[in-house]
Protein backbone atom coordinates (compact mmCIF):
# COMPACT_ATOMS: atom_id res chain seq x y z
CA UNK A 1 0.00 0.00 0.00
CA UNK A 2 1.23 3.66 -0.61
CA UNK A 3 0.31 6.67 0.95
CA UNK A 4 -0.55 8.50 -1.86
CA UNK A 5 -2.72 6.46 -2.89
CA UNK A 6 -5.20 6.44 0.51
CA UNK A 7 -4.56 10.86 0.28
CA UNK A 8 -5.94 9.83 -3.65
CA UNK A 9 -8.56 7.82 -1.56
CA UNK A 10 -9.79 10.32 0.73
CA UNK A 11 -9.28 13.61 -1.22
CA UNK A 12 -11.73 11.95 -3.69
CA UNK A 13 -13.82 10.01 -1.83
CA UNK A 14 -13.61 6.84 -3.69
CA UNK A 15 -14.54 4.81 -0.70
CA UNK A 16 -17.08 3.08 0.63
CA UNK A 17 -18.92 6.09 2.23
CA UNK A 18 -20.46 3.80 5.16
CA UNK A 19 -17.03 1.69 5.63
CA UNK A 20 -15.51 4.46 8.47
CA UNK A 21 -15.70 3.22 12.13
CA UNK A 22 -13.63 3.87 15.08
CA UNK A 23 -14.31 1.42 18.28
CA UNK A 24 -14.96 3.95 20.56
CA UNK A 25 -16.86 7.20 18.25
CA UNK A 26 -18.51 4.02 16.48
CA UNK A 27 -19.83 5.28 12.76
CA UNK A 28 -17.99 7.79 10.76
CA UNK A 29 -19.73 10.36 8.41
CA UNK A 30 -17.42 12.76 6.60
CA UNK A 31 -19.19 16.23 5.65
CA UNK A 32 -16.18 17.30 3.45
CA UNK A 33 -12.75 15.56 3.38
CA UNK A 34 -10.86 18.88 3.56
CA UNK A 35 -8.12 20.65 1.99
CA UNK A 36 -4.94 18.77 0.75
CA UNK A 37 -2.17 20.28 2.57
CA UNK A 38 1.70 20.17 0.33
CA UNK A 39 3.44 21.65 3.17
CA UNK A 40 4.23 20.44 6.08
CA UNK A 41 1.30 19.67 8.97
CA UNK A 42 -1.05 17.14 8.70
CA UNK A 43 -2.51 16.03 5.41
CA UNK A 44 -6.00 17.49 5.10
CA UNK A 45 -7.06 21.34 6.72
CA UNK A 46 -10.59 21.76 7.58
CA UNK A 47 -11.99 18.34 7.63
CA UNK A 48 -15.39 17.78 8.79
CA UNK A 49 -17.53 14.70 9.87
CA UNK A 50 -20.05 13.58 12.55
CA UNK A 51 -18.90 11.09 15.02
CA UNK A 52 -20.44 9.93 17.89
CA UNK A 53 -23.89 11.78 17.65
CA UNK A 54 -21.17 15.01 17.36
CA UNK A 55 -19.98 17.35 14.85
CA UNK A 56 -15.98 17.46 14.71
CA UNK A 57 -14.57 20.05 12.64
CA UNK A 58 -10.18 20.09 12.21
CA UNK A 59 -7.84 18.29 10.63
CA UNK A 60 -6.99 14.42 9.22
CA UNK A 61 -3.63 12.40 9.16
CA UNK A 62 -3.27 9.57 6.70
CA UNK A 63 -0.61 6.95 7.05
CA UNK A 64 -0.41 3.07 5.55
CA UNK A 65 -0.03 2.04 9.25
CA UNK A 66 -1.64 3.53 12.59
CA UNK A 67 2.07 3.53 14.44
CA UNK A 68 3.69 5.76 11.53
CA UNK A 69 2.23 8.46 13.86
CA UNK A 70 4.58 7.53 16.24
CA UNK A 71 7.30 7.06 13.96
CA UNK A 72 7.18 10.34 12.40
CA UNK A 73 7.09 12.18 15.97
CA UNK A 74 3.44 13.21 15.66
CA UNK A 75 2.86 12.26 19.02
CA UNK A 76 5.05 15.35 20.49
CA UNK A 77 4.18 17.41 18.30
CA UNK A 78 1.55 20.00 19.45
CA UNK A 79 0.59 20.87 15.49
CA UNK A 80 -1.19 17.80 14.95
CA UNK A 81 -3.39 18.26 18.23
CA UNK A 82 -5.98 19.57 15.70
CA UNK A 83 -6.14 16.10 13.96
CA UNK A 84 -9.83 14.54 14.60
CA UNK A 85 -9.19 11.65 12.56
CA UNK A 86 -6.45 9.30 11.43
CA UNK A 87 -6.93 7.10 8.16
CA UNK A 88 -4.67 4.44 8.12
CA UNK A 89 -4.51 1.03 5.71
CA UNK A 90 -3.84 -0.81 8.69
CA UNK A 91 -4.87 -0.03 11.99
CA UNK A 92 -2.05 -2.03 14.38
CA UNK A 93 -1.82 0.51 17.54
CA UNK A 94 -3.87 2.83 18.90
CA UNK A 95 -2.69 6.57 18.64
CA UNK A 96 -2.58 9.99 20.96
CA UNK A 97 -1.95 13.16 20.31
CA UNK A 98 1.07 15.27 22.04
CA UNK A 99 -1.96 16.71 24.46
CA UNK A 100 -2.69 12.80 25.11
CA UNK A 101 -6.08 12.69 23.72
CA UNK A 102 -7.02 9.13 21.57
CA UNK A 103 -7.66 9.62 18.23
CA UNK A 104 -10.44 8.44 16.24
CA UNK A 105 -8.68 5.94 13.73
CA UNK A 106 -10.60 4.27 10.64
CA UNK A 107 -9.59 2.02 7.57
CA UNK A 108 -11.55 3.09 4.14
CA UNK A 109 -13.19 0.67 1.98
CA UNK A 110 -12.75 0.89 -1.48
CA UNK A 111 -12.88 -1.14 -4.93
CA UNK A 112 -9.78 -3.52 -5.19
CA UNK A 113 -9.96 -2.33 -9.04
CA UNK A 114 -8.66 1.10 -7.92
CA UNK A 115 -5.77 -0.45 -6.21
CA UNK A 116 -4.69 -2.69 -9.60
CA UNK A 117 -5.37 0.18 -11.69
CA UNK A 118 -3.07 2.51 -9.94
CA UNK A 119 -0.56 -0.55 -9.81
CA UNK A 120 -0.63 -1.07 -13.46
CA UNK A 121 -0.05 2.69 -14.13
CA UNK A 122 2.66 3.47 -11.95
CA UNK A 123 4.03 0.07 -12.50
CA UNK A 124 3.92 0.39 -16.39
CA UNK A 125 7.65 0.67 -17.74
CA UNK A 126 6.13 2.97 -20.45
CA UNK A 127 6.91 6.73 -20.33
CA UNK A 128 3.91 7.20 -21.08
CA UNK A 129 1.60 4.80 -18.44
CA UNK A 130 -1.90 5.65 -19.66
CA UNK A 131 -0.66 5.78 -23.52
CA UNK A 132 -3.81 3.68 -25.21
CA UNK A 133 -6.09 5.11 -22.78
CA UNK A 134 -6.27 8.93 -23.04
CA UNK A 135 -9.22 8.73 -25.65
CA UNK A 136 -11.28 7.30 -22.38
CA UNK A 137 -11.06 10.84 -21.03
CA UNK A 138 -13.51 13.89 -21.15
CA UNK A 139 -12.12 16.12 -23.61
CA UNK A 140 -13.43 18.92 -21.80
CA UNK A 141 -11.37 18.00 -18.73
CA UNK A 142 -8.35 16.94 -20.51
CA UNK A 143 -8.65 20.85 -22.05
CA UNK A 144 -9.21 22.49 -18.75
CA UNK A 145 -5.95 20.24 -17.38
CA UNK A 146 -4.11 21.29 -19.95
CA UNK A 147 -4.67 24.93 -19.35
CA UNK A 148 -4.22 24.28 -15.48
CA UNK A 149 -1.02 22.49 -16.26
CA UNK A 150 0.65 25.69 -18.68
CA UNK A 151 0.06 27.87 -16.22
CA UNK A 152 2.30 25.87 -13.40
CA UNK A 153 4.94 25.60 -16.42
CA UNK A 154 4.59 29.41 -16.51
CA UNK A 155 5.03 30.26 -12.70
CA UNK A 156 7.76 27.99 -12.28
CA UNK A 157 9.69 29.37 -15.24
CA UNK A 158 8.80 32.63 -13.15
CA UNK A 159 10.33 31.24 -10.20
CA UNK A 160 14.11 30.98 -11.81
CA UNK A 161 13.28 34.33 -13.79
CA UNK A 162 12.98 36.07 -10.70
CA UNK A 163 16.46 34.63 -9.67
CA UNK A 164 18.12 36.09 -12.78
CA UNK A 165 16.54 39.66 -12.21
CA UNK A 166 17.81 39.51 -8.63
CA UNK A 167 21.07 38.96 -9.83
CA UNK A 168 20.97 41.65 -12.29
CA UNK A 169 19.53 43.73 -9.69
CA UNK A 170 16.33 44.16 -11.15
CA UNK A 171 17.50 45.19 -14.66
CA UNK A 172 15.19 44.24 -17.21
CA UNK A 173 17.30 44.55 -20.41
CA UNK A 174 20.25 42.24 -18.72
CA UNK A 175 17.80 39.33 -17.58
CA UNK A 176 16.38 38.94 -21.06
CA UNK A 177 19.34 39.41 -22.63
CA UNK A 178 20.67 36.16 -20.02
CA UNK A 179 17.31 34.58 -20.68
CA UNK A 180 17.17 35.06 -24.45
CA UNK A 181 21.15 34.29 -25.07
CA UNK A 182 20.24 30.70 -23.20
CA UNK A 183 17.64 29.82 -25.56
CA UNK A 184 20.07 31.04 -28.59
CA UNK A 185 22.08 27.94 -27.43
CA UNK A 186 18.91 25.26 -28.01
CA UNK A 187 19.49 22.94 -25.58
CA UNK A 188 23.10 21.71 -26.72
CA UNK A 189 24.53 24.91 -25.96
CA UNK A 190 22.82 26.09 -23.37
CA UNK A 191 25.56 26.01 -20.77
CA UNK A 192 27.79 27.86 -22.63
CA UNK A 193 25.63 30.56 -23.85
CA UNK A 194 24.66 31.27 -20.30
CA UNK A 195 28.44 31.33 -19.35
CA UNK A 196 29.24 33.69 -22.15
CA UNK A 197 25.99 36.26 -20.78
CA UNK A 198 27.12 36.12 -17.84
CA UNK A 199 30.85 36.80 -18.14
CA UNK A 200 29.54 39.38 -21.27
CA UNK A 201 27.37 42.15 -19.53
CA UNK A 202 24.56 43.78 -22.26
CA UNK A 203 25.94 46.84 -20.97
CA UNK A 204 29.72 46.38 -22.09
CA UNK A 205 27.85 45.45 -25.78
CA UNK A 206 25.60 48.42 -25.51
CA UNK A 207 28.75 50.85 -25.79
CA UNK A 208 28.93 48.86 -29.20
CA UNK A 209 25.23 48.88 -30.32
CA UNK A 210 26.21 51.02 -33.38
CA UNK A 211 28.95 48.53 -34.83
CA UNK A 212 28.14 44.97 -35.68
CA UNK A 213 31.84 44.00 -36.11
CA UNK A 214 32.69 44.96 -32.37
CA UNK A 215 29.37 43.32 -31.19
CA UNK A 216 30.49 40.35 -33.00
CA UNK A 217 34.03 40.51 -31.70
CA UNK A 218 33.11 40.60 -28.18
CA UNK A 219 30.62 37.89 -28.55
CA UNK A 220 32.71 34.98 -30.72
CA UNK A 221 35.86 36.85 -28.48
CA UNK A 222 34.56 36.26 -24.89
CA UNK A 223 32.71 32.77 -26.06
CA UNK A 224 36.16 31.27 -26.54
CA UNK A 225 35.54 30.36 -30.20
CA UNK A 226 38.29 33.40 -31.76
CA UNK A 227 41.21 30.42 -30.10
CA UNK A 228 42.94 29.46 -33.33
CA UNK A 229 43.51 26.22 -31.99
CA UNK A 230 39.65 25.52 -32.44
CA UNK A 231 39.72 26.40 -36.30
CA UNK A 232 43.09 26.20 -37.56
CA UNK A 233 42.06 26.74 -41.19
CA UNK A 234 40.85 29.94 -40.14
CA UNK A 235 44.57 31.62 -39.69
CA UNK A 236 44.29 33.18 -43.02
CA UNK A 237 40.50 34.31 -43.16
CA UNK A 238 40.97 38.54 -43.68
CA UNK A 239 37.16 38.30 -41.09
CA UNK A 240 38.35 36.39 -38.49
CA UNK A 241 41.68 38.47 -38.42
CA UNK A 242 39.88 41.40 -37.94
CA UNK A 243 37.33 39.89 -35.26
CA UNK A 244 40.92 38.94 -33.62
CA UNK A 245 42.14 41.74 -33.58
CA UNK A 246 39.47 43.85 -32.55
CA UNK A 247 38.59 41.07 -29.58
CA UNK A 248 42.43 41.57 -28.36
CA UNK A 249 41.34 45.77 -28.12
CA UNK A 250 37.74 45.09 -26.22
CA UNK A 251 39.50 42.31 -24.29
CA UNK A 252 41.69 44.45 -22.78
CA UNK A 253 39.36 47.52 -22.44
CA UNK A 254 37.11 45.45 -20.33
CA UNK A 255 39.19 43.28 -18.22
CA UNK A 256 37.23 40.10 -20.32
CA UNK A 257 37.78 36.45 -19.63
CA UNK A 258 36.77 34.47 -22.39
CA UNK A 259 35.34 30.81 -21.18
CA UNK A 260 37.11 27.87 -23.06
CA UNK A 261 36.29 27.62 -26.67
CA UNK A 262 36.08 23.55 -26.23
CA UNK A 263 32.72 23.70 -24.47
CA UNK A 264 30.90 24.93 -27.47
CA UNK A 265 29.20 21.50 -29.57
CA UNK A 266 28.96 21.40 -33.26
CA UNK A 267 28.29 17.47 -33.52
CA UNK A 268 25.18 16.19 -34.86
CA UNK A 269 23.96 19.52 -34.82
CA UNK A 270 22.28 21.10 -38.60
CA UNK A 271 24.92 23.69 -39.79
CA UNK A 272 22.23 26.24 -39.46
CA UNK A 273 22.39 25.97 -35.78
CA UNK A 274 25.94 25.91 -35.22
CA UNK A 275 26.64 28.15 -32.08
CA UNK A 276 29.37 29.90 -34.43
CA UNK A 277 25.81 30.77 -36.71
CA UNK A 278 23.63 31.22 -33.51
CA UNK A 279 26.27 33.98 -32.16
CA UNK A 280 26.49 36.09 -35.36
CA UNK A 281 22.25 36.08 -35.24
CA UNK A 282 22.62 36.60 -31.50
CA UNK A 283 24.71 39.91 -32.38
CA UNK A 284 22.55 41.65 -35.03
CA UNK A 285 19.32 41.32 -32.50
CA UNK A 286 21.85 43.14 -29.88
CA UNK A 287 23.31 45.77 -32.49
CA UNK A 288 20.43 48.08 -31.97
CA UNK A 289 20.22 51.57 -30.06
CA UNK A 290 16.98 50.76 -28.07
CA UNK A 291 16.71 48.13 -25.82
CA UNK A 292 15.90 44.55 -26.64
CA UNK A 293 13.25 44.39 -23.70
CA UNK A 294 11.63 47.72 -24.60
CA UNK A 295 11.00 46.69 -28.25
CA UNK A 296 9.47 43.01 -27.34
CA UNK A 297 6.92 44.85 -25.62
CA UNK A 298 6.28 48.14 -28.46
CA UNK A 299 5.01 44.27 -30.34
CA UNK A 300 1.54 44.11 -30.35
CA UNK A 301 0.99 40.57 -31.91
CA UNK A 302 3.42 37.74 -33.02
CA UNK A 303 4.04 37.97 -36.28
CA UNK A 304 5.53 41.35 -35.05
CA UNK A 305 7.52 39.43 -32.75
CA UNK A 306 8.87 37.19 -35.16
CA UNK A 307 10.34 40.01 -37.00
CA UNK A 308 12.13 41.41 -34.07
CA UNK A 309 13.61 37.75 -33.21
CA UNK A 310 14.06 36.65 -36.74
CA UNK A 311 17.05 38.34 -37.42
CA UNK A 312 19.60 37.59 -40.08
CA UNK A 313 24.04 36.73 -39.13
CA UNK A 314 26.08 38.97 -40.94
CA UNK A 315 27.03 38.49 -44.45
CA UNK A 316 30.14 36.04 -43.93
CA UNK A 317 28.12 33.60 -43.06
CA UNK A 318 25.74 33.29 -45.99
CA UNK A 319 28.95 31.09 -47.20
CA UNK A 320 30.14 29.99 -43.87
CA UNK A 321 29.37 27.72 -41.14
CA UNK A 322 32.62 27.89 -39.44
CA UNK A 323 35.12 30.03 -39.64
CA UNK A 324 37.48 29.51 -42.90
CA UNK A 325 35.97 26.97 -44.39
CA UNK A 326 33.84 28.28 -46.96
CA UNK A 327 30.31 26.75 -48.27
CA UNK A 328 27.76 27.23 -50.87
CA UNK A 329 25.78 30.10 -50.54
CA UNK A 330 23.44 29.72 -47.38
CA UNK A 331 21.00 31.80 -45.49
CA UNK A 332 21.75 32.66 -42.27
CA UNK A 333 18.48 33.53 -41.05
CA UNK A 334 17.49 32.59 -38.07
CA UNK A 335 14.25 30.15 -38.97
CA UNK A 336 10.50 30.30 -38.42
CA UNK A 337 10.68 27.38 -35.75
CA UNK A 338 13.28 28.77 -34.13
CA UNK A 339 12.25 32.35 -33.73
CA UNK A 340 9.01 30.56 -32.03
CA UNK A 341 11.25 28.38 -29.83
CA UNK A 342 12.54 32.02 -28.39
CA UNK A 343 9.25 33.61 -28.54
CA UNK A 344 7.78 30.44 -26.57
CA UNK A 345 10.97 29.78 -23.92
CA UNK A 346 11.56 33.56 -23.71
CA UNK A 347 9.25 36.16 -24.50
CA UNK A 348 6.55 34.43 -23.41
CA UNK A 349 8.06 33.75 -19.31
CA UNK A 350 9.14 36.96 -19.15
CA UNK A 351 6.55 39.17 -20.23
CA UNK A 352 4.39 36.86 -17.50
CA UNK A 353 6.75 37.57 -15.08
CA UNK A 354 6.74 41.53 -15.67
CA UNK A 355 3.28 41.38 -14.95
CA UNK A 356 3.00 39.72 -11.87
CA UNK A 357 6.34 42.06 -10.71
CA UNK A 358 4.04 45.66 -11.61
CA UNK A 359 0.71 44.01 -11.16
CA UNK A 360 -0.46 44.66 -14.52
CA UNK A 361 -2.68 41.74 -15.49
CA UNK A 362 -2.59 42.51 -18.93
CA UNK A 363 1.11 41.35 -19.77
CA UNK A 364 0.55 38.09 -18.20
CA UNK A 365 -2.53 37.56 -20.46
CA UNK A 366 -0.80 39.23 -23.26
CA UNK A 367 1.68 35.82 -22.45
CA UNK A 368 -1.03 33.45 -22.38
CA UNK A 369 -2.13 34.76 -25.74
CA UNK A 370 1.16 34.81 -26.98
CA UNK A 371 1.29 30.83 -26.36
CA UNK A 372 -1.81 30.02 -27.44
CA UNK A 373 -1.78 31.81 -30.79
CA UNK A 374 1.38 30.16 -31.94
CA UNK A 375 1.80 26.53 -33.42
CA UNK A 376 2.72 23.51 -30.66
CA UNK A 377 6.24 22.41 -30.64
CA UNK A 378 7.58 19.81 -32.43
CA UNK A 379 9.67 17.31 -30.77
CA UNK A 380 9.99 13.92 -28.66
CA UNK A 381 7.36 14.31 -26.35
CA UNK A 382 4.76 16.06 -28.30
CA UNK A 383 4.88 13.31 -30.74
CA UNK A 384 4.55 10.22 -28.00
CA UNK A 385 1.40 12.27 -26.91
CA UNK A 386 -0.43 12.96 -30.32
CA UNK A 387 0.32 9.36 -31.13
CA UNK A 388 -1.19 8.02 -27.80
CA UNK A 389 -4.06 10.42 -28.88
CA UNK A 390 -3.65 13.60 -27.12
CA UNK A 391 -3.00 15.96 -29.97
CA UNK A 392 -2.26 19.37 -28.71
CA UNK A 393 -3.61 22.89 -30.55
CA UNK A 394 -1.49 25.36 -29.70
CA UNK A 395 2.46 26.35 -28.35
CA UNK A 396 0.28 26.45 -24.63
CA UNK A 397 -0.95 22.91 -24.94
CA UNK A 398 2.34 21.63 -26.02
CA UNK A 399 4.19 23.69 -23.13
CA UNK A 400 1.63 21.50 -20.48
CA UNK A 401 3.04 18.71 -22.31
CA UNK A 402 6.04 19.22 -21.32
CA UNK A 403 5.59 19.40 -17.88
CA UNK A 404 3.42 16.52 -17.54
CA UNK A 405 5.81 14.37 -19.15
CA UNK A 406 9.12 16.16 -16.77
CA UNK A 407 7.22 16.46 -13.68
CA UNK A 408 4.45 13.80 -13.38
CA UNK A 409 4.85 11.10 -16.02
CA UNK A 410 8.48 10.28 -15.97
CA UNK A 411 7.74 10.17 -11.94
CA UNK A 412 4.99 8.31 -12.84
CA UNK A 413 2.95 10.48 -10.55
CA UNK A 414 -0.66 9.46 -11.87
CA UNK A 415 -2.45 10.03 -9.48
CA UNK A 416 -1.06 13.75 -9.15
CA UNK A 417 -2.72 14.12 -13.21
CA UNK A 418 -6.09 14.24 -13.98
CA UNK A 419 -5.77 12.41 -16.95
CA UNK A 420 -4.13 9.74 -14.91
CA UNK A 421 -6.81 10.19 -11.60
CA UNK A 422 -9.89 10.36 -14.17
CA UNK A 423 -8.40 7.07 -15.82
CA UNK A 424 -7.53 4.71 -12.47
CA UNK A 425 -11.14 5.81 -10.52
CA UNK A 426 -12.88 3.81 -13.55
CA UNK A 427 -12.12 0.76 -11.49
CA UNK A 428 -13.19 -2.14 -13.57
CA UNK A 429 -14.42 0.11 -16.51
CA UNK A 430 -10.78 0.54 -17.49
CA UNK A 431 -10.64 -3.62 -18.23
CA UNK A 432 -12.83 -2.38 -21.01
CA UNK A 433 -10.02 -1.30 -23.08
CA UNK A 434 -8.59 -3.77 -25.74
CA UNK A 435 -4.76 -2.11 -25.48
CA UNK A 436 -5.10 -1.21 -21.38
CA UNK A 437 -0.97 -0.40 -22.50
CA UNK A 438 0.70 0.15 -25.03
CA UNK A 439 4.46 -1.40 -24.86
CA UNK A 440 7.52 1.56 -24.70
Not at 175 to 203: H, Q, W
Not at 225 to 240: G, I, K, M, P
Request: proline share 4%; glycine share 6%.
Amino acid sequence: MKEEFLHWLWKNRFFDGGSLYDRDAGPIEVITPGEYNRDSGPDFFNTRLVAGGTEWAGNTEIHVRASDWYRHGHHTDHSYDNVILHLVHDEDTDVYTASGRRLMTARPLYDPALWENYLRFVNNPSPLPCSGLIRMTDGFMVKHWLWTVAVERLERKSNEIREIISKTGNDWEETFYRLIARYFGFRVNTDPFEMLASRLPLKIIRKHSDNLLQVEALLFGTAGLLDEALFREAVTDSYYLLLTREYKILRTKYSLQPADGWLWKFHRLRPANFPTVRLSQLAALLTHSEGIFSRVLECRDNESLRMLLGVSASGYWNNHYQFGKEVPSTSGRAGKQSVDLLIINAVAPLLFVYGKTRQQQEWCDRAVDILDELPPEENGVVTDFTEAGLKPESAFASQALLELRNLRCRFHRCLDCAIGSSLISLGHGIQKSDSLFLEP
